[in-house]
Each structure stands twice: as structure tokens, then as C-alpha cells.
């Protein structure tokens, strides 16, 4: 029971957002309910809350409009869409979406997704010290921390570092990718080969996805000193993730 964390649920079916909120009331989590966009806002204004629960399809302002109007302050979101299609997936997560889940869905899917992003974040804001007593977790065996370029990714945290010290946020798909690249570095990788080491349990949906996976963690690598060229496109080979790995114990 997480009685400390609040979920907002934007959709404008009545019956769906008293679904999704008594279920997740049953499983220890505040909620409250938004059945537009602007009432979304209106309520984060005045109320900070841990995930987003979002909508795609709402009259007026659609929940893919109103996620690109989210502040870089705002908490994680997760679309839920009765349009499944690995293209409206791929816009949702490229938009900035933290996961995207088909309607009609199991609750209990649902809750294990919202489980995953509020790991996620949790481990983000350990690394950058904002952890508070409630995320305290007993201790783990000790994961190893891959350097390069200036660069760290911590594989047991999730989280790569840049050379300034700033932890870049990470998908699942992203964090897969990128520790594939890393533990196999200076050579060149097939598209399938990465396919292979950096599918998880959704692997049907990262086949589908992982273009898209590779330029969005292109694009953050770039953000940091020596990230421009980190991932090379071989023509008609793969790809060659060019630093120097050298691995510490975290």
C-alpha cells in the first residue's frame, strides 16, 4: 500500500475513471479524476501528483495535444488509447509519453505499468538526491557502472549519467538499447543483434518500436559533452558504438 502516492486519471468516460480509480483506491494509491484537458491543468496548478493516468482520445483537445502542453515539470504520464496501433504507440512515446497502453486493458496491467514508471522515477530522483525515507529499499548486490566517454550508465539504477553529472531519463525500450550498445561496444551490431540483447518482456512491441527507441536515445546522447558521436551508422551493416567501455562496480 503506497498511501502517499497520487495518481491523476484524465479521461472523459465516466465509467472508465471510476473504474480505473476504485481499482487503484483498492490497491493503496490517492487518485482524483480530471474529464478534460483543462481541468488537467487546472488541477495540477494546485496539486502535485506522482503519474498521470491520460486519455488519447477526448473531444475538444485530445490527450496527445494536451501531453505536449505538459510543463518539464510535469509528473509521468501513461496514454491509454482504444486506438492501438504500433503508430499511434510510437507518437505517443516519442511525444514524451513514459508508456502507452491499448484500450480496452487489464487493470492489473495497468497497475503493474504504473508500478514500472513509479520505479523508474523513483530511482531517477535517488540519483539526483531527492530520495526521500519512503523510497528507501533494502540493499541489493552490487550492479556494475559502465563508463564511457565521460558518460555513466548504472545498470542496477537504470540511469545514465552525462559528463556534467545530470541523469538522463531513460524508457525501458531506451535503457535496453543503450545497455546493449554498452556491454558490446566497437563493433558492429545488426539490427537484429540488438533486437536480441535488448528485448525485454513487451519484445514484440520493441521490434516494432526500436528505430524509433535509437533516435530518441541518439537525441539525448547528444545533449551531453562527446554524445554526438557515440552511435555510428554503418551503411548496410548496423550500427558501432565507438567508446572505450570500461566497467566499476556500483
Not at 493516468?53 to 482504444?82: F, H, K, N, Y
Not at 558492429?188 to 540488438?194: E, N
Not at 547528444?222 to 551503411?235: A, N, P
Request: glycine residues 8%.
Amino acid at each position: 500500500m503506497d498511501l502517499d502516492t497520487s495518481i491523476l486519471i484524465v479521461d472523459d468516460d465516466d465509467g472508465i475513471r471510476g473504474l480505473i480509480s476504485d481499482f487503484l483506491q483498492k490497491h493503496g494509491y490517492r487518485t482524483d479524476t480530471a474529464a478534460d484537458a483543462p481541468t488537467m491543468r487546472a488541477m495540477l496548478a494546485q496539486q502535485r501528483y506522482d503519474l498521470i493516468v491520460l486519455d488519447v482520445m477526448m473531444p475538444r483537445e485530445d490527450g496527445l495535444t494536451a501531453l505536449r502542453q505538459l510543463g518539464p515539470d510535469a509528473p509521468p504520464v501513461i496514454m491509454l488509447s482504444a486506438v492501438g496501433s504500433d503508430i499511434d504507440r510510437i507518437v505517443g512515446l516519442e511525444m514524451g509519453a513514459d508508456d502507452y497502453l491499448a484500450k480496452p486493458c487489464n487493470p492489473r496491467e495497468l497497475l503493474a505499468r504504473i508500478r514500472t514508471v513509479l520505479r523508474r522515477e523513483a530511482r531517477a530522483g535517488s540519483a539526483t538526491g531527492q530520495t526521500t525515507a519512503s523510497e528507501a529499499a533494502p540493499a541489493e548486490p552490487a550492479q556494475p557502472v559502465l563508463h564511457f566517454a565521460g558518460w555513466q550508465l548504472d545498470i542496477g539504477m537504470r540511469l545514465l549519467i552525462d559528463p556534467a553529472g545530470q541523469a538522463i531519463t531513460l524508457t525501458d525500450g531506451e535503457f535496453r538499447l543503450m545497455r546493449a550498445f554498452a556491454e558490446h561496444p566497437r563493433r558492429v551490431l545488426t539490427r537484429d543483434q540488438l533486437l536480441d540483447w535488448s528485448r525485454g518482456e513487451d519484445s514484440d512491441q520493441f521490434d516494432r518500436a526500436i528505430d524509433v527507441q535509437l533516435s530518441r536515445l541518439r537525441r539525448k546522447l547528444s545533449m551531453g559533452e562527446g554524445g554526438q558521436d557515440v552511435i555510428r551508422t554503418i551503411r548496410n551493416e548496423g550500427y558501432l558504438f565507438q567508446p572505450v567501455v570500461t566497467q566499476r562496480a556500483g
